[in-house]
């Protein structure tokens, strides 16, 4: 059986907006998801984490079962390597210069074996309107900001509210991406990894059946908002569960939740009208990729249309309804 | 005590403003005794005439201040370039000026080959002149369907494979690669965009493979003396940091017959390492430096190139409305760098083609003399195409020096005239006169493999400022034949702080000479590139250049 392609989602920002923080945030909080990493230098990775061993040259092995490539081969023996260690990782996360275009580095997850999935840019909230006028880097940095699906806003405990509040205003003029508030690069795993795959919750998660479908496996993180979709507590994000009875017009589906401001993440099953098989949504930004879905042996066929929506916090149920028409909110709000 | 040779000339030309010319050389050992006349020269004492150059003339060895040795990997492959080049065994390629002389050229390369499955590469391929033909896999199947195929474009960003590639690599399989280029049935033509793509063909790895070996520098080496240089300088690419590699420069230069002494510049702030390991580790070889192998100077790269739009330029910007280029350093990565590098007391060489990119090393070099002042640095923007007046006069008032891309009028001219950055600024690229007459030190540079090493070209192509296509470039910014002679001689080494040593002929300096069959001052600046090299002096150790030379 053809193995399923490997999410590559980049992560970009200029020097020092947080983009090491952020990446080591996620390897603390992967929560047994086998992340790979490539990063430019082994030295910024894995402050909490202890480097287990050596897998070859260039890929280490990490506690808690994510694996680490450099890029001192390059890019493309890095991705080669992700691919052929046992067990393969269920994600790469590819750190990019500050300096680097992440758009373009995007265009590795289309090498066979991965699929892209989108592109993070890390903001330092204190220092982005500065940069965006630096006499030698305003351009690139706007550029930056323009190719992010998502914005992680770092740093911002260090404005004061009318501060942030401006600076969020003007970066929202900059780009429609969605901005995640991140003040120390802390950010729930599942807005930069999206939600983990029905296979590899491993909690038997049946959908259709009317049970609450665990479309994460979060840490397990106590209470709180999220916590009943696995997604790890946060106020600066907002989870909810969404279903359908009635068959869905998938493009409809494609182009009302791809404009859906704020949306960070989504994914889920769509029945289409008539006798057509179920459809994999998933979602990241404003982009929304609908896909046959494979059926795992001994899961069962999706009966509903379910799909859980990661957004930031002030989108409310009613906008959300309005991009998904026909669906209802299920899951009980926190 | 070594012996002392007395070399009669038509003519010397020393470069010392105390006595121009002469009409021989005494030679003792490894150093100049004496230039003037043969009858003054014999007052020295004991000595041997040795008359094999007395039709020729003699200049200073001449001064390669930046060129790449990864060039001498290449060279192990065939050249598909437009322009004719020499190879380092001497043998002539004269250009492929259409796709049918290319696969030409390389039907008969391929029949060389000793081993029915390896792999061809070639190297040079350069679109731009052969129109708008591309090169994919339907022409470099006429070479051979079985045998794969691999041919690198002169940019470095792209390359043309044939079937067998796309076969053994699966590149059918690989379209939704950005960069595999496909026809409209969405079949790959063999063409490959960007390093994402060309990875996909594994021949690109015997590429890099042939970096950094004894043969690659023996080949650069052959490549430099071939047109007279007795010093050459490779402004980064080859590992300092590898072992493997410094023992094979080692074992290299330290033969006699090696014909040119090395510079090797060590390229920083490109990866993970800190900076004050850089700065140890540069320290450290510089310790180890011999006469034919000299470590100690750092390269940084600031900006891409024109022709490429990613060099980095200042208002008006590039013609049509591009974007700016690329930063290949961050802003803040070049100012740690640099002063880590100043304050440790080394020389810099700053990759700038952009004039945003010379503002910003210019600001650099400022900002870190103000903190650490530091005589006679010679800090210089290498390339330097844009560089304004303004820039070169501050250069000046920095102590900065400018090594100049002047080839570029020749080979890019054309281009840059009519479709990166018009006219007005075409005409003041490059622009020598402007930094000599601002007191600016400059050289000329080939940046072998991108223009064919050669500093007789250089010196053409600086005094004619005319295109590949015939056309005035700029002819305000040329100069003469005798400042060109200077730039690539002793302002070579004056920028590689070796002018103590090399550079001119003088009493005391190494015997490092270069023998011509003609007067570059003395013959039309077109046919400067032409001049015959019959030798080079490396330390005294004549090494004759010609098809029976020694390699």
Redesign the interface.
Known sequence: MPREAIPLTVVGG???AGKTTVINSLLRRAGGRRLGIVV?????VNVDAQILRRLSDGVVELAGGCVCC?L?L????ALAQLLSIEPPPAHVLVEV???GEPGAVA??G???GFRPDGVAVVVPLDRIRALAGDR??A??VI?QVGQADLLVCTRGDLLDVAEQHSVTAWLRQQSPAPQVLAPHGEVPVEVILGFATPAEAGTGAVLGTGTEADLGTGTGAGGGAGAAHGVQASSFVRASTWRSATAVDISTLESRLGALAGLLRAKGFARPAGEGEPVLVQAVGGHVECTPWLPEPGAPTPVDSVLTVLTTPEVADMTIAEALPGWRRTDHPH | MPGTVIYPARLVRTLDRGRPTATAVAVRGDRVLAVGALDELGAYGDHTIDDRFAEAVIVPGFVEAHAHSYAGALWQSPYVGYFPRTGPDGRFWEGCHSIDALVEQLVEAERALPDDAAPLTAWGFDPIYLGSTPLGAAELDRISRTRPIFVLHASNHLASVNSAVIVND?LA??T????VVTDPAGRPTGELRE??AM??ASPVLDLLAARGTAAAFDAFAALAHRCGCTTVADLGGTPLSDPAVLDALAHATARADFPVRLSMFHLAAQ??TPIAEEVALVAGLEGCSTTKLRFGHVKLIIDGSIQGFTARLQPPGYLGER??G????????LREAFGAFHEAGHLVHAHCNGD?ATE?FLEIVEQALARSPRWDHRHTATHSQLSTAAQYRRMATLGVGANIFANHTYYWGDQHRDVTVGPDRAARMNAAATALANGVTISLHSDEPVTPIGPLASMTHAVERTTASGALLGPAEAITAAQALEAVTLGSAYLLKMDHEIGSIEAGKLADLAVLDDDPLAVPAARIAHIAVRATVLGGQVLPVGPGAPR
């Open positions: 200029y020097l020092a430019n230098d082994f030295g910024e450099d001192s390059g890019m493309g023996p210069s500050g300096v265009a590795w289309h090498t066979p030698w880097v351009d690139l550029d | 699966g399989g690989k939704q690669i950005p960069g390093f994402a990875f996909q990866g993970p974007p700016n690329m930063w290949i350093t961050a802003p803040e990565r945003e910003l």
